[in-house]
């Protein structure tokens, strides 16, 4: 079937240091792929998206990156900060529907 | 501006019961989702709307669970009976129009226990 997974279920880093979150996915109709953030006791918060037609987006201090030929996408985060410590999510969608991988939780030591 | 609204949010009843959960989706948008978190299963789609009318219930995971939506800024997911596989944190997101290209907006979920 297809599926969305994350390489690395936990992530742990220092503060200052950037991040880098993989996430590999299968389905090669996918043509839209988002990042999601999410704290405990909340719902999921949208970070960055890219589209297939692109292989970077950058943000405020986030970077999507898309490998289309490896079906490969990585989700960077300069300078971490304690406050980016959460569960991360990739989704990619088809024709408005996403399908969510499993999630990185990213720690930040002080 | 306020976000997707859900309630309860949390709920605690006996097997059995009827539990209906409630959603207030971002005005404007068009599209509506249901999610069920756990730790086994991670975060799965349900059913999702357009304009009121339900789209795809594939993930709808048995005949206990149905959804509505009887106008654009209300929805309800039903679970009658409960059972304790069924507890589990439920999100409703939303998308504008077009949702192809657009995030989707969570709730802060239901969390849901059956006992």
């Known amino acids: 079937g297809e599926s969305v997974g994350l390489h690395l279920p936990t992530l742990s880093v220092q503060e200052g240091d950037n991040s880098i979150i993989n996430c590999a996915y299968s389905?090669?109709?996918?043509?839209?792929f988002i990042w999601y953030k999410q704290e405990s006791g909340k719902g999921p918060q949208f970070i960055i998206d890219i589209r297939s037609n692109m292989d970077k987006r950058q943000g405020q201090r986030v970077t999507v990156l898309l490998n289309k030929t490896v079906k490969h996408l990585s989700l960077q985060i300069a300078a971490t900060q304690p406050g980016d410590s959460a569960v991360y999510f990739c989704?990619?969608?088809?024709?408005?529907?996403?399908?969510f991988g499993d999630g990185t939780t990213l720690t930040v030591k002080p | 501006d306020a976000g997707v609204i859900q309630s309860p949010r949390h709920e605690v009843t006996e097997m059995g019961q009827e539990v209906t959960l409630r959603c207030k989706p971002i005005?404007?948008?068009?599209?509506l989702f249901w999610y069920r978190q756990t730790m086994m299963r991670g975060l799965e789609l349900l059913i999702y709307f357009n304009n009121n009318v339900p789209i795809d219930d594939s993930g709808m995971p048995e005949d206990r669970f149905s959804a509505k939506m009887p106008n654009a800024s209300f929805s309800t997911l039903k679970i009658q009976p409960s059972e304790p596989r069924d507890s589990a944190v439920y999100f409703c997101a939303s998308s504008p129009q077009r949702a192809d290209y657009q995030p989707q907006h969570f709730g802060d979920g239901t969390r849901l226990s059956i006992l």
């Open positions: 005005s404007g948008h068009d599209y």
């Open positions: 989704a990619e969608a088809n024709a408005g529907k996403s399908t």
């Open positions: 389905n090669s109709a996918s043509d839209y």
